[in-house]
Nanobody
Framework: QVQLVESGGGLVQAGGSRRLSCVAS????????MNWFRQAPGKEREFVGS????????NYADSVKGRFTVSRDNAKNTVSLHMNSLRPEDTAVYYC????????WGKGTPVTVSS
């Protein structure tokens, strides 16, 4: 059974930083693309960033490029989202997702950025 468990969400002031983590189990983590998505209140879920199996290729939404970084540790089955220069518009529930489609989703961790 595939499980993705996010952690690290919380309240942060604008301009601050936060690191989210996602621990995966039940899949061959080292061979799968991992993604971060987010859903703000009243809005549709949107892509934030992704990282390929080796960590050598990353992609980001324009809205977070230069501020957010996705990394992974295949030895620990963990993918992280490092968020810097946070803005109130980054407030959302952040989801970890596995696969190119993606196929599997975590339950999310909320991030609130106060102005």
């Amino acid at each position: 059974q595939v499980q993705l468990v996010e952690s690290g969400g919380g309240l942060v002031q604008a301009g601050g930083s936060r690191r989210l983590s996602c621990v995966a189990s039940g899949l061959t983590f080292s061979r799968i693309t991992m993604n971060w998505f987010r859903q703000a209140p009243g809005k549709e879920r949107e892509f934030v960033g992704s990282i390929n199996w080796s960590g050598g290729i990353t992609n980001y939404a324009d809205s977070v490029k230069g501020r957010f970084t996705v990394s992974r540790d295949n030895a620990k089955n963990t993918v992280s989202l490092h968020m810097n220069s946070l803005r109130p518009e980054d407030t959302a529930v952040y989801y970890c997702a596995a696969g190119l489609s993606p196929n599997y989703w975590g339950k999310g961790t909320p991030v609130t950025v106060s102005s």
